[in-house]
């Protein structure tokens, strides 16, 4: 499989697992840093079903920059070919990967009515961190086709 089909297939994969990881990392945040009533598992499946939605949303809007990305990841990582070695590096880079789209969203949604407010920043960042992370690591990690090593330029392929 040519390298820009397997980076849309990692782009497509992230794209399917990016909401649904979002939404429950959002639920579970606001479980642990709300105190929540006796009915709290029927909010977390509520919030849950919910969040994906709006996980969507985001989901869509960093598709393009992210896409790009991972797009040039086969070329990308010949500055760092050790990305590639293992799943705990290729989990790091990821997670350094995530960490702009959780960046903004977590700025936006904090400053949504004005100035800064630290616990929606929180909760904000930490839902798309998680979901960004979850959703670019899971598809490297459950697709033979995706994993680490497979999606490197031959040239590179060599020194890994």
């Known amino acids: 499989m040519a390298y820009a089909r397997r980076s849309l297939l990692w782009l497509l994969g992230a794209a399917i697992v990016a909401p649904f990881a979002w939404s429950t990392a ?17 909010l977390f499946v509520g919030g849950a079903l919910f969040g994906s939605v709006w996980g969507a949303v985001v989901t869509a809007v960093f598709a393009v920059p992210y896409g790009l990305l991972l797009g040039a990841w086969p070329w990308l990582v010949r500055a760092v070919p050790s990305f ?14 995530a960490l702009p789209a959780a960046l903004y969203v977590g700025l936006e949604t904090g400053r949504f009515a004005g100035a800064i407010r630290p616990r929606e920043f929180t909760e904000a960042f930490l839902a798309a961190f998680v979901a960004g992370w979850v959703g670019l690591l899971t598809p490297r990690l459950v697709l033979k086709s995706l994993a680490p090593g497979n999606l490197i330029a031959k040239s590179v392929q060599a020194a890994v």
Do not use: C
């Open 26 to 42: 959002a639920s579970l945040l606001r479980i642990l840093l709300v105190p929540m009533p006796d009915d709290s598992f029927r």
């Open 84 to 97: 590639e070695r293992s799943r705990v590096r290729l989990a790091g880079a990821l997670a350094v990967l």
